[in-house]
T-cell receptor
Framework: EAQVTQNPRYLITVTGKKLTVTCSQNMNHEYMSWYRQDPGLGLRQIYYSMNVEVTDKGDVPEGYKVSRKEKRNFPLILESPSPNQTSLYFC???????????????FGQGTRLTVV | LAKTTQPISMDSYEGQEVNITCSHNNIATNDYITWYQQFPSQGPRFIIQGYKTKVTNEVASLFIPADRKSSTLSLPRVSLSDTAVYYCLVGPLGSGYALNFGKGTSLLVTP
């Protein structure tokens, strides 16, 4: 089954304690992205990757790091989490070329992060 | 990427047809129109995509007029489970690495 898998689904942590949210896709997609979703602000892109070892900042990259060492994995790293990073996070993947009529992004189930 | 405008919210009763219109005046020649659905605390899910005229699948229909400056997502005979946020996105094929979701339209279906 084609899917994007995020772990963990829920995480409560303390300020300053480094954490990693993993994301893996089994569709051989070139593109992968991370978004955060906050009430009233919608979905905002944090980082994206267009292929292995190719990453770039999205709209809200401050406080986050990513890496793309393998095509299937795109972990999100919070080196020193702060309460303002409490949010719902989504990982997504998609094909680079796009297929007419069905060029879509697939999203993970989400990770609800609380930083206290 | 072209900016889109959609209603913030809509209400409907079960069994009715719901039409959500999206305005995208600055759509480019190579842009496609894509709609996503998002349930609370879940990731967005692709519904339908089109370039012009009409596209239909098992879930919805998408109507695009000749000038392509707007589009309408049509959900036939909605049920309570169609309560969700619907996003209209405009961009070229293969732009999935940077999706601009905007605020979307929150659809509430009631009995």
């Amino acid at each position: 089954e084609a899917q994007v898998t995020q772990n963990p689904r829920y995480l409560i942590t303390v300020t300053g304690k480094k954490l990693t949210v993993t994301c893996s896709q089994n569709m051989n997609h070139e593109y992968m992205s991370w978004y955060r979703q906050d009430p009233g602000l919608g979905l905002r892109q944090i980082y994206y990757s267009m292929n292995v070892e190719v990453t770039d900042k999205g709209d809200v990259p401050e406080g986050y790091k990513v890496s793309r060492k393998e095509k299937r994995n795109f972990p999100l790293i919070l080196e020193s989490p702060s309460p303002n990073q409490t949010s719902l996070y989504f990982c997504a993947s998609s094909l680079s070329g796009g297929i007419r009529g069905k060029s879509e992004a697939f999203f993970g189930q989400g990770t609800r992060l609380t930083v206290v | 990427l072209a900016k889109t405008t959609q209603p913030i919210s809509m209400d409907s009763y079960e069994g009715q047809e719901v039409n959500i219109t999206c305005s995208h005046n600055n759509i480019a020649t190579n842009d496609y129109i894509t709609w996503y659905q998002q349930f609370p605390s879940q990731g967005p899910r692709f519904i339908i995509q089109g370039y012009k005229t009409k596209v239909t699948n098992e879930v919805a229909s998408l109507f695009i007029p000749a000038d392509r400056k707007s589009s309408t997502l049509s959900l036939p005979r909605v049920s309570l489970s169609d309560t969700a946020v619907y996003y209209c996105l405009v961009g070229p094929l293969g732009s999935g690495y940077a999706l601009n979701f905007g605020k979307g339209t929150s659809l509430l279906v009631t009995p």
